[in-house]
């Protein structure tokens, strides 16, 4: 049987996706167990997520449409990248963000570790106020969903996110 | 030596099918205020990052030369990527670093590259050739061969603090910058 990790990586690449770049998650740790090991998507593991944003801007130059994968905390360190370098230069990229410290279905407290509360309880809010336009993964609407980030994201010239919670990727 | 006139010398031993990405600062600058060109990228923000741009198109367009001209400043901002590129077996990545020890647009604050020899750090992390120079006549002899032989591969040049006169702005806008040199490296697209 597929796995999780294998749609999305297939789906990615139907959606024009031909750069991957990163640095991991353990939320979607599927994910990068394949990227890490079929030398196909020449999958560059970065040393840091703004760094990553740079080898992703660069594939872009040569042609490419990139992905650049990181944990919610690795958004942090983009910041300036995002802004400073892709949201002004007009590079396009997705973003594929994990949400550590997502709050529960009903707003209960997440349990998840200390470091990652704050930016789990603002990731949604710090996303709108980066104009990032995103979606949060879901199974169903995935295919929906990377079609309508891929044509906002052709549309701007700018980066779009997929937030990606606990469960979806892991496999 | 200024680093304006040691700018002007690289680039001008560089063709149009090289790429080349400047780093923030007075560095991409004075390469604009040097000569501009449609495969030359500036990079106004994002400090730090030129090294990783390069780095991506190197990877992408394998027989591409891809230039860098970086900073000190800019170089230990980001030092894990010399780790990434040289991991990453580039061969088509020349690296050039602007050594003043100094943050030369925000008046010459020291950095730390005057105890910490950056190149020495490239070379430790796998640059598979480093040479350091420090006057017009080192310059020369080391770009007989810099751009020829296979990198990843690193250039410091020492230069002066201080900066030149006259030295525009970066004029194009960013994402007319981005337009063209995209299109500059992908002809057929």
Known sequence: MTSPSRRFLDLLEAHGYNFFTGVPCSLFEGVTRILDVEPHYEYLSAVREDSAMGIAAGAYFGGRQPVVLMQNSGLGVSMNALISLHQIYDIPALLVV???????PAGEPSQDAPEHLIMGAVLEDFLRLLQV???VFAPETLDADLARLTRTMHETGKPVALVVPKGMLQQ | MKR???????????????????CNGMIGRELFTHGDRDSQFYMIGSMGLASSIGLGLALVQRSRRVVVFDGDGNVLMNLGTLGSIAASGVTNFYHVVFDNAAHGSTGD?????DKVPIEQVAKAAGYRRVVRVGDPAGLQAALAGFFVEPGPAMLLVEVERGNQPGIKRVEPEPPELTARFRRAMTPSA
Not at chain 1, 98 to 104: D, E, F, N, V
């Open chain 1, 98 to 104: 994990s949400w550590r410290g997502q709050k529960g």
């Open chain 1, 133 to 135: 336009p995103f979606a």
């Open chain 2, 4 to 22: 304006a006139a040691a700018i002007a010398a690289v680039a001008s031993t560089l063709g149009p099918e090289c790429a080349l990405v400047a």
């Open chain 2, 109 to 113: 604050q020291r950095t730390i590259s």
